[in-house]
């Protein structure tokens, strides 16, 4: 019993980080993704001699065995070593893919860890910018890659995926659950994430609409909607640092999740072990990440499957399975306004934060990257984002809501089914030592 309390105060201190985080904001993310872990046992290693080597192997409990996912852990390992033996390129991408669901909950979890002793500002931030730390290292290493395509539709089937299949299977499980009963969840939070979303609609749609909007016999060039795309981003991030502001200080009480039969929470490792965990985890993800996007290709010729299907549909549906799953719990539990959270905080993240960041970045790499998604793929966010907004304006819900948006995203996912695309120029540009263009082929 020693050890137990030896464990809770290890490294730096657990009371002043419990206060500073317990009083502050607990997000929808960090609530749906504690649904998925395992309280371990100390006692099972309280009998080593050597401190250091409890602490390490106490951590080890807990990081790696401390979630329902870490039966996927061997997918890792796996990952690696049919690269290594040059083993196919898409059993390479299956496990990589395998591998990642549950390195993105453990990446939440040991971001809550680290929020417990920065307080709830830091902690505010890092989950703000770390809550699809997934996603964006794959979008990252795609425009490394300048595989734009790849780029694009991964990080428009993030914002799809959520708004429909996560919003959507929750009100749907939600609503067969309690159908005595009328679910009901603050518009408030809603609002504010819906309004954003449309404000990025605006900016993804500008450089389309510019680019059909020329005169018959005049052309427009590719430089000229970068620049407006570029500027757009600027627009979107000004808009999404000013979001974070809202969301940590002067409205920080529409956003906090409130659990009434919540278990007080408190650290279980310390903060420079969670630290580097965090790094090490992050490597692994960047690694994965550029397996996933240099197999991609592989993946899509050897299965018959369109590489957008796989990127839109495929990559989100895994990459978020651990927050997916516990949103729907939460609305089993008829808490929806932290089901909401889950599914609009991340569709906000992911277009007002990720899309434009990877804009910036390309701009400083010198690549074309721009906010021209094309007259499909545009016109599926735009019509998603309607159709959720109509959903949550009246502050109710029921089954048939989620239906609906289950529908739309089968319809979606059949579209992108059939879309098929050439063989990716991207690389080949790569290659020849070329600049990618702006947008792809549709």
């Excluded at 309280?46 to 390490?56: H, V």
């Excluded at 425009?143 to 694009?152: E, F, P």
């Excluded at 090490?280 to 550029?290: C, D, N, Q, R």
């Amino acid at each position: 019993m020693e050890f137990a309390g030896e464990l809770s105060h290890m490294e730096n201190g657990y009371s002043k980080g419990k206060e500073s985080w317990n009083n502050g904001l607990r997000t929808a993310q960090n609530m749906s993704t504690s649904l998925l872990r395992k309280k371990s046992d100390p006692m099972l290693v309280s009998k080593l001699r050597f401190q250091m080597l409890r602490q390490f192997l106490a951590n080890l409990q807990e990081v790696v065995l401390g979630t329902k996912l870490a039966v996927l852990f061997p997918a890792i390992p796996l990952a690696i070593a049919a690269d290594f033996y040059k083993f196919g390129r898409p059993w390479i991408f299956a496990l990589s893919l395998l591998g990642l669901t549950p390195l993105a909950e453990r990446v939440s979890f040991l971001t809550e860890q680290i929020a417990y002793y920065t307080g709830p500002t830091v902690g505010g931030l890092l989950n703000a910018t770390c809550g699809n730390a997934t996603e964006l290292i794959i979008a990252l290493f795609a425009l490394y890659q300048n595989k734009i395509h790849v780029l694009k539709y991964s990080l428009l089937g993030s914002i799809l995926s959520n708004l429909l299949l996560v919003l959507g299977s929750s009100l749907l499980c939600g609503g067969l659950a309690n159908l005595k009963k009328e679910q009901r969840y603050d518009r408030k939070q809603a609002d504010v994430n819906s309004l954003l979303l449309l404000l990025g609609l605006l900016c993804h749609m500008l450089p389309l609409m510019f680019r059909y909007a020329a005169a018959p016999g005049i052309f427009i060039d590719d430089h000229s909607i970068l620049q407006l795309s570029r500027a757009s981003s600027i627009v979107m991030l000004v808009a999404y640092i000013g979001y974070i502001f809202f969301q940590l200080k002067t409205h920080r009480q529409i956003f906090e999740s409130q659990e009434e039969d919540e278990e007080e929470e408190k650290a279980v490792i310390g903060f420079w072990s969670a630290f580097s965990w965090l790094v090490g985890m992050t490597l692994i993800i960047a690694l994965l990440s550029e397996y996933v996007v240099g197999t991609i290709e592989a993946a899509s010729e050897s299965w018959g499957i369109s590489i957008s299907f796989i990127s839109i549909i495929l990559i989100p549906i895994v990459g978020n399975a651990a927050e997916h799953a516990g949103s729907i719990i939460f609305a089993f539990k008829n808490k929806l306004d932290i089901s909401l959270g889950v599914a609009l905080g991340s569709a906000t993240q992911i277009s007002m934060f990720a899309v434009p960041l990877c804009v910036v970045v390309g701009w400083i790499m010198r690549i074309q990257m721009d906010l021209d998604f094309s007259l499909l793929e545009t016109a599926c966010l735009a019509l998603t984002i309607i159709v959720v907004a109509f959903t949550l304006q009246d502050g109710t819900s029921h089954y048939m809501k989620g239906v609906v948006l289950c529908l739309c995203y089968v319809a979606i996912a059949a579209c992108f089914f059939v879309h098929k695309i050439p063989a990716p120029l991207d690389q080949t540009q790569v290659n020849l030592g070329l600049k990618p263009s702006s947008g792809f082929s549709a």
